[in-house]
């Protein structure tokens, strides 16, 4: 019975620790989807023709407002420890991400 007591509290630690590790990726995933944005902004600079340039800087500014509503996805998530607004939080930042990558 102790054994199986010492587990259980090991497996429970675990289970912790990780749920604490993955709260924290909001903030890199926002920060690589922000440098991303920085990029494709700089190579939509680039684009000549005015269709391709404008089809650019729309999803730019699409990738943007999801980048904006991931932070405030994480800040919600932080202050009242939810970890739906950290799941949204990251779908919003992968979803600016996809649509930047698009772009390059």
């Given at each position: ?66 980048s ?22 990251e ?14």
């Amino acid at each position: 019975m102790k054994t199986l007591f010492v587990l259980l509290s090991v497996l429970v630690g675990v289970g912790l620790m990780a749920t604490q590790a993955f709260a924290f990726t909001c903030p890199v995933l926002i920060k690589t989807a922000n440098e991303s944005i920085a990029k494709a902004e700089s190579a939509a600079a680039k684009i000549t023709g005015e269709r391709e340039k404008g089809r650019a800087m729309a999803i730019i500014e699409l990738a943007k407002n999801l980048s904006k509503q991931a932070a405030a996805d994480h800040k919600e998530a932080v202050d009242k420890k939810s970890a739906e607004a950290h799941y949204r939080g990251e779908a919003n930042a992968k979803a600016a991400q996809a649509l930047v990558d698009m772009v390059k």
